[in-house]
């Protein structure tokens, strides 16, 4: 009975959170003309993308608008930084507990600092939106939104805590699920006007499709069988039961997400550097262009290749197996286990890479031959973000429901 208080005591405290950051993104900052904002924004590929992880927030400049970004920016800057400053990494390492909470008090200075630098830039980005734009404005809209993306973290740590856990990625979550009503509408009012049952099948195979595919990605894994050196007389009872699950896509949603991110910039200096000579060759990447896909194919694979580098290393694992006495079959221990763990790792990258640009591909096919805009608003992209974190939160709940269980049983 308690476990089931707890539980709830978690559910209803991550509720509430959810509602007040969804909340403080329609607190909209005075000044600014949102009619003409948000019609500039429909056009721009690169903010209409970024708008969709802020739950619209890019669209109303609330004081959330940054939402958790600046958090996710700063996480990311800091695996980069710990693989390069050796100090660093020994906190992360060799100090245990403590360790981590140096580690997360940098992280929070990195989000104030990004905070910092992406509101300045939105208040230089709206000034022709702006009735009185002047230094006030500019301190006023910098100070408001740098502090939104603080509480927003803070949101995120209290989930985080003393919720069901994941909390930055669940605010990424509620941001995505907003925009499906929208969405909904859009494709009813299409539909009505196609007179077609095509448009509704094809929505609904795109969709299952990219959920069965997001699931095989997600669960998938190569098990690496391990050996103790105190367990020789039973090799093959423990091959069985011993391994080391590797996932078939370490790096989640996020190589997919820095992608479709960084595809949208040959469309945005298409329209800036008009009528030069570079136009025609930034043109070719542009959406529905010869090298569009190709160059999707490869913003995939180096942003998966990276991004699994910085949360999975060969050598570490290979250090940890050897201090624990355990190797892996007719594999010596030591230079020989790290590089077989790094061909593993590597295949399994570039296969994960190959299943994400399948997905992303999805929408694409499906315009060129129905002729259907599936991937306006919820795309590939939202619809892999949702599965994920859908999926890694059950299994927070089902762990901690375990867990309560085996505590009662003690």
């Known amino acids: 009975?308690?476990?089931?208080?707890?539980?709830?005591?978690?559910?209803?405290?991550?509720?509430?959170?959810?509602?007040?950051?969804?909340?403080?993104?329609?607190?909209?900052?005075?000044?600014?003309?949102?009619?003409?904002?948000?019609?500039?924004?429909k056009q721009n590929g690169l903010i209409n993308f970024l708008n969709i992880f802020s739950g619209g927030g890019f669209s109303t400049i609330g004081i959330f608008a940054l939402g958790i970004v600046p958090y996710i920016n700063s996480s990311i800057i800091m695996q980069l930084i710990i693989k390069i400053i050796p100090d660093l990494e020994n906190l992360q390492k060799n100090e245990g507990e403590?360790?981590?909470?140096?580690?997360?008090?940098?992280?929070?200075?990195l989000t104030l600092i990004w905070g910092f630098i992406q509101s300045l830039s939105i208040a230089l980005w709206i000034k022709p939106y702006v009735f009185t734009w002047n230094n006030i404005f500019i301190c006023d809209c910098v100070i408001t939104l740098t502090t939104g993306s603080l509480i927003v973290m803070w949101f995120s740590e209290i989930i985080s805590e003393y919720g069901i856990g994941n909390g930055a990625s669940l605010l990424i979550f509620q941001n995505i699920?907003?925009?499906?009503?929208?969405?909904?509408q859009d494709y009813i009012i299409n539909f009505n006007k196609n007179n077609t049952i095509i448009y509704f099948i094809c929505i609904s195979l795109f969709c299952i499709s990219i959920l069965i595919i997001n699931i095989l990605?997600?669960?998938?894994?190569?098990?690496?069988?391990?050996?103790?050196?105190?367990?020789?007389?039973?090799?093959?009872?423990?091959?069985?039961?011993?391994?080391?699950?590797?996932?078939?896509?370490?790096?989640?949603?996020?190589?997919i997400v820095f992608a479709s991110a960084a595809i949208?910039?040959?469309?945005?200096?298409?329209?800036?550097?008009?009528?030069?000579?570079?136009?025609?060759?930034?043109?070719?990447?542009?959406?529905?262009?010869?090298?569009?896909?190709?160059?999707?194919?490869?913003?995939?694979?180096?942003f998966n290749y990276l991004y699994t580098s910085i949360i999975l290393n060969p050598e570490d694992i290979s250090t940890n197996l050897k201090k624990m006495g355990v190797s892996?079959?007719?594999?010596?221990?030591?230079?020989?286990?790290?590089?077989?763990?790094?061909?593993?790792?590597?295949?399994?990258?570039?296969?994960?890479?190959?299943?994400?640009?399948?997905?992303?591909?999805?929408?694409?096919?499906i315009y060129y031959i129905f002729k259907l805009n599936t991937l306006k608003g919820l795309g590939a992209t939202s619809l892999l973000i949702l599965v994920g974190v859908a999926i890694d939160t059950?299994?927070?709940?089902?762990?901690?429901?375990?867990?309560?269980?085996?505590?009662?049983?003690?």
Not at 403 to 408: E, F, G, H, K, V
């Open 98 to 109: 403590l360790g981590r909470q140096k580690l997360t008090q940098i992280t929070r200075y």
């Open 328 to 365: 892996i079959p007719n594999i010596r221990p030591g230079s020989e286990t790290t590089n077989y763990l790094k061909i593993i790792i590597s295949r399994l990258t570039f296969v994960g890479s190959l299943f994400l640009f399948s997905i992303a591909l999805f929408p694409t096919l």
């Open 264 to 302: 949208t910039i040959p469309t945005y200096l298409y329209n800036i550097l008009k009528n030069t000579s570079f136009a025609y060759i930034i043109y070719l990447f542009s959406p529905n262009q010869a090298l569009y896909l190709p160059l999707y194919l490869l913003l995939i694979v180096l």
């Open 217 to 255: 990605i997600q669960e998938g894994k190569r098990k690496i069988n391990i050996l103790s050196t105190k367990q020789l007389n039973t090799i093959q009872e423990i091959s069985s039961q011993s391994y080391i699950p590797l996932k078939l896509n370490q790096g989640g949603v996020m190589p």
């Open 1 to 41: 009975m308690k476990s089931s208080n707890a539980l709830i005591n978690k559910i209803s405290i991550t509720l509430g959170i959810l509602f007040l950051a969804r909340i403080g993104i329609f607190i909209p900052l005075i000044g600014i003309d949102h009619e003409a904002l948000n019609n500039t924004i």
């Open 394 to 410: 059950a299994k927070q709940i089902q762990t901690y429901i375990i867990s309560q269980q085996y505590d009662n049983m003690m």
């Open 177 to 184: 699920v907003s925009s499906i009503p929208k969405n909904f």
